[in-house]
């Protein structure tokens, strides 16, 4: 009954390979996130979609691509891995993106390690 | 300077004891403000809204001072099972989505 899905849980990879994230809500919302939490512990936002269309890209390397098949998936793609990419990163979803009482949903996180 | 500052900790505290968390925010635009608790390599949760009116929620109590951009997390009679990260979050609304602005997170380890 998980609400926010993440595969893999963990995963890690030699610099310089390409990977991918898959990210699932069931809850029926129109937007989903993708966060990044650093090895300080800081969480800082990638990207939103909203209804499979990009709304916020907070300047993160164009070796990142998220990729929305449909409202209930965020994918993260990641070409040309490198030692800093390493970190947790977060999928999250909720109902409607532009409303100041939307609450945010979290998966339990990929922790990627990049050798 | 980060958009939303947190004394990091961590804050030892016995059990039963009560505690309190700072929050600072740099964009006067925030419009909505929260307290997470991320657990130890697990997601954030949300644990409260912030209202300008101050709210509670069993033993915790946020209070939010837009004059000042300060918001506080109480948390009374403090259990083990809340040693926790308090995460700091401010929301402001972009252009078509809102954004999520994380503190760096309060540590709190509550002992016997």
């Known amino acids: 009954d998980t609400a926010v899905s993440q595969t893999p849980k963990y995963l890690v990879t030699q610099m310089g390979n390409d990977k991918s994230i898959k990210c699932e809500q069931n809850l029926g919302h129109d937007t989903m996130y993708w966060y990044k939490q650093d090895s300080k512990k800081f969480l800082k936002i990638m990207f939103s979609?909203?209804?499979?269309?990009?709304?916020i890209n907070e300047t993160v390397p164009n070796r990142f691509s998220p990729k929305s098949p449909d409202k209930a998936h965020l994918n993260l793609h990641i070409n040309s891995l490198e030692l800093g990419d390493s970190a947790v990163y977060f999928c999250?979803?909720?109902?409607?993106?532009?409303?100041?009482?939307?609450?945010?949903?979290f998966g339990p996180g990929t922790r990627l390690t990049v050798l | 300077r980060k958009e939303v500052e947190q004394d990091p900790g961590p804050f030892n505290v016995p059990e039963g004891a009560t505690v309190a968390f700072n929050c600072t925010y740099s964009n006067s635009a925030s419009q909505s403000f929260f307290w997470y608790r991320q657990d130890c390599r697990k997601e954030p949760k949300l644990l409260m809204s912030v209202y300008s009116s101050g709210n509670e929620d069993g033993r915790f109590t946020a209070q939010l001072n837009r004059a000042s951009q300060y918001i506080s997390l109480l948390i009374r009679d403090s259990k083990l099972s809340d040693s926790a990260t308090y995460l700091c979050v401010v929301r402001i609304l972009t252009g078509g989505g809102n954004k999520l602005t994380f503190g760096t997170g309060t540590q709190l380890k509550v002992e016997l």
């Open positions: 979609y909203n209804n499979k269309e990009l709304i």
């Open positions: 999250a979803s909720s109902q409607a993106g532009g409303r100041s009482t939307d609450t945010q949903y």
